[in-house]
């Protein structure tokens, strides 16, 4: 069993243990949990790029969905930036989920306020 001060980090900068004699108990090498990490960061840049046009586009139509979906995609880039330990994105997708938050609940007033006008005036 690898002991806490049996591990380095890889060329992804992702923690592998080591033991004097290599094993200690993991089933996979290096090269095979780099590569892990690396098909599961390029899944999820994917994933963000397409919610970033998608949520361009809700946006665009001028529907709150697309505010949603926005907001998803700034969770999904804390997550990338998490596993990366590129932490300058947290703060800063942290900072636009609370816009989009904010501007939601004034979409959504708007919107209620418009629909009660017209059934005032219905």
Known sequence: MARADDVRYG????IVPVCA???CGWPWREQDWERRIA?????????????????TVLVGKKLWTG??????NSVI???IGLRTAQFGFIPANLFCIGVYAVSIRAWMREKAKSQRVSELAG
Do not use: E
């Not at 098909?39 to 949520?55: E, N, Q």
């Open 77 to 79: 880039i804390c997550v």
């Open 11 to 14: 060329k992804t900068g992702a």
């Open 21 to 23: 004699r290599g094993h």
């Open 39 to 55: 098909a599961t960061m390029f899944r999820l840049d994917t994933l963000s790029c397409a919610l970033t046009v998608l949520s």
């Open 67 to 72: 505010l949603v979906v926005a907001g998803v």
